[in-house]
């Protein structure tokens, strides 16, 4: 027997006009790549994008065309978004840190008919627009003026679509399953391949994240998603925003600490989201100035681990609550979050930190397991560790146009590449991606962790640790420091560092100053960058090989 209740299509639309008619006078307000910071309200920005979508049908776009997005976190990137996916096309949000020919076989193989891109990035657009055959057309996010100074071939400019077209538009009205997003993962193995978001998954996934203990937001939050839009949809935040009526600060191009600082004191910004690095900027520049937060209550870390050190330095010297997420583009990307427990949040602050540094919890719509490699499921022991796998609704079922074939198991999990354990408090620890594990003398070593706690000393910039080549033990660890400026250091200084910390068959083999430790298109260390430059080195405590 079927249910009797209404039928009404889970579309990401709805988030926009329902923010526009119950929270229509609360603002979003962007720093725009023209420089000045920009002001509108949800029901600005509902009409706004509607007449972005009368641009878009008169162009021809269909139901189902891909158009692509390259630009920064702003009012008008969400306009756009909302234009797209509002008439069922589907919103392709390119990664501007990617270099150019990974960005054009993107554009290529998703066949983006249209590009809207900030002033930023018409550059590399220009110098690369014949390797584009699919894209038409180019839409520049800014007004007339700037527009004067465009030399792109058929550019239009996205002021002159919003005053040139009625706000008069319908949305939605389709199947809930339609497409809404494409977003390809970054590809550190093989070819980027793309992630494609159904207005469903992403409804659900919205649900989900506005829990408390996910996202922890309302209304009367004043939310910075410093994570970009071009980043798994900047964690959903600007779903989750109009859904729950939260003013957004969005920071445009500039992410340096100062930036973000001062968005943060000006707008009375109370939640923020974004990657460590960014965090350890913003810390770092804390420091340096002195400077206190007078609103800022609670961030989502997430993206790589977060150290200790940022997760006190937050508590203890500035009042605000860490959360530590877990997730993947193949997950929406938000699969677990570090809340405590009833039982956990009874702890004193020193005995809750082992908790708060793990991945954390599934909310209700994600299941997870661990197995081995032979698929047979491993205990929730804290200490095994195992293959980590995912499914619910909002959760990858094939990439687009088929990549990588089947990607589901038997029991339809997905394989997310991490390895990790989970404890007795159903908290999931990543230990590392599969391809990062460092294997020594058969048994596993976790560089995550090394990295972790080598970053809590306090001339430590950043941190990484890869496996390297040793003839008794296959591989053994290479901890690489990049210091705080003005800094110096000697190899046993870390080492004496980590002794206690670590088990001692974990301590790296050497450690080496580099100045500067690489981070990936998505604010992650790029492991394979470093392997690559550290080609020729042999451990001291390796014979040399052959
Ligand atoms: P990419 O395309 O770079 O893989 P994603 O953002 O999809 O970009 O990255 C997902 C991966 O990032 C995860 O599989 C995991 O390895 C890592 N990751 C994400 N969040 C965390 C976290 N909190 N701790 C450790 N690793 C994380």
């Known amino acids: 027997m079927l249910g009797l209740m209404q039928d009404w299509p889970l579309t990401v639309d709805k988030f926009l006009t329902h923010a526009a008619q119950w929270h229509g006078r609360r603002e979003v307000v962007s720093r725009s790549v023209e420089g000045p910071i920009v002001r509108t309200t949800y029901a600005e920005l509902e009409q706004r994008a509607k007449r972005i979508s009368n641009a878009l049908l008169a162009m021809g776009v269909k139901p189902g065309d891909r158009v692509a997005t390259l630009a920064w976190n702003s009012g008008r990137h969400m306009e756009a978004w909302y234009a797209i996916m509002g008439i069922g096309a589907v919103c392709h949000t390119l990664n501007p840190r990617l270099f150019a020919d990974q960005l054009c076989y993107i554009i290529n193989h998703a066949e983006d008919r249209i590009i809207f891109t900030d002033l930023t990035f018409l550059p590399v657009l220009m110098e690369h627009r014949h390797q584009m055959p699919t894209v038409e057309t180019f839409i520049v996010l800014t007004d007339q003026d700037h527009m004067a100074k465009v030399d792109l071939k058929g550019a239009l400019c996205f002021e002159t679509l919003v005053e040139t077209h009625s706000p008069d538009a319908k949305w939605g009205g389709f199947d809930e399953n339609t497409a809404a997003g494409l977003c390809y993962t970054s590809g550190t193995t093989g070819n980027p391949k793309g992630v494609l978001y159904s207005h469903r998954s992403n409804f659900l996934h919205t649900l989900v994240t506005a829990q408390t203990d996910v996202m922890g937001i309302g209304s009367r939050d004043v939310v910075l998603p410093v ?320």
């Not at 330095?313 to 997730?327: R, S």
């Not at 146009?401 to 339809?412: A, F, Q």
């Open 227 to 546: 994570v970009p839009m071009f980043h798994a949809n900047a964690w959903g935040l600007t779903f989750t925003c109009p859904a729950i009526g939260a003013k957004m600060v969005m920071p445009g191009p500039k992410m340096d600490g100062e930036s973000i600082l001062e968005l943060i004191e000006t707008e009375g910004v109370t939640f923020s989201a974004a990657v460590p690095t960014v965090w350890q900027m913003l810390l770092q520049h804390m420091r340096a100035t002195g400077a206190k937060f007078s609103t800022l209550k609670r961030v989502v870390i997430g993206g790589s681990a977060v150290p200790e050190a940022i997760i006190r330095a937050f508590h203890d010297d500035y009042g605000v609550e860490v959360i530590h997420a877990w997730g993947m583009t193949e997950t929406s990307p938000l699969g677990t979050q570090a809340s405590l427990t009833a039982e956990l949040a009874e702890l004193p602050y020193d005995e809750q930190i082992p908790y708060r540094l793990k991945q954390g919890r599934p909310p209700a719509g994600v299941q997870l397991k661990l197995t081995d490699d032979e698929d047979k499921r491993l205990p929730h022991d804290g200490t095994t560790f195992g293959r980590l796998k995912i499914k619910g609704p909002f959760i990858v079922g094939r990439y687009f146009k088929g990549d990588g074939g089947e990607i589901l198991d038997e029991e339809g999990f997905f394989d997310t590449g991490d390895v990790a354990t989970i404890d007795q408090h159903g908290f999931m620890q990543i230990t590392d991606r599969a391809k990062d594990v460092i294997k020594s003398g058969g048994e596993w070593i976790s560089s995550i962790e090394i990295e972790n706690i080598a970053c809590g000393h306090p001339k430590a910039a950043l941190a990484a640790v890869i496996g390297v080549a040793h003839p008794k033990w296959d591989e053994r660890p290479l901890l690489l420091v990049q210091l705080k400026p003005g800094e110096t250091a000697t190899r046993d200084e870390f080492l004496e560092f980590l002794v206690g910390k670590i088990a001692k068959w974990w301590m790296p083999d050497d450690v080496q100053f580099v100045s500067e430790i690489p981070l990936g298109a998505t604010g992650k260390i790029d492991k394979k960058l470093i392997r690559q430059r550290m080609a020729g080195y042999v451990l001291p405590t390796a014979e040399p090989v052959g």
